[in-house]
């Protein structure tokens, strides 16, 4: 096995298990208790969509890591994906443990625009792994529609 192979499945493993920490137990009670839009998918989706997300940061993260390492502006999108990889596991913190859904959605803003910004860089240093994360781009405008309307259909009600 490569290093790059070996690194990129270490850290996406340790970012699933950080997503795990952050969030608790009672995830699925949590997606339970909570209002959604109607264009809300069932659980079977969202699994399939993180894990779709993890296979993205992988193949992203293996091609970055076979790359020389003096190969210029590799270290930015290293940096950008380890954060992305790191927000999307502090949000569970948010929408699960504090159940701040106004801080979720809130942390989903920059998290997109680090999603951007790497895929500028990759568009420079690498075209394939830039079209690996396009459909996950895509998917953001979708998330933070979704964050901003869970967000407003569970604000407590003023007293």
């Known amino acids: 096995m490569t ?11 340790v970012a699933g298990a950080l997503e795990g920490v952050f969030a608790g137990r009672g995830a699925k009670l949590r997606l339970a208790e909570l209002r959604v839009p109607r264009y809300t998918p069932p659980l ?12 993205i940061c992988f193949a992203v993260l293996y ?22 990889m790191f927000i ?32 500028v860089f990759l568009l420079r ?12 781009l895509l998917y953001l405008f979708y998330a933070n529609a979704f964050g901003y309307r869970v967000w407003k259909l569970n604000r407590p009600t003023a007293v």
């Open 63 to 84: 091609r970055l890591l076979s790359m020389p390492e003096a190969v210029p502006l590799r270290r930015w999108p290293l940096v950008l994906l380890g954060s992305i």
């Open 3 to 13: 290093r790059a192979l070996i690194y990129s499945l270490a850290a996406c493993a």
């Open 125 to 136: 240093l690498d075209r394939v792994a830039a079209f690996f994360l396009l459909p996950y």
């Open 88 to 119: 999307n596991a502090l949000w569970n913190y948010f929408f699960f443990r504090t159940r701040n859904l106004f801080h979720a959605y809130v942390i989903g803003l920059p998290y997109s625009l680090i999603a951007l910004v790497l895929f």
């Open 44 to 55: 079977s989706v969202w699994i399939a969509i993180g894990a779709l997300y993890y296979l």
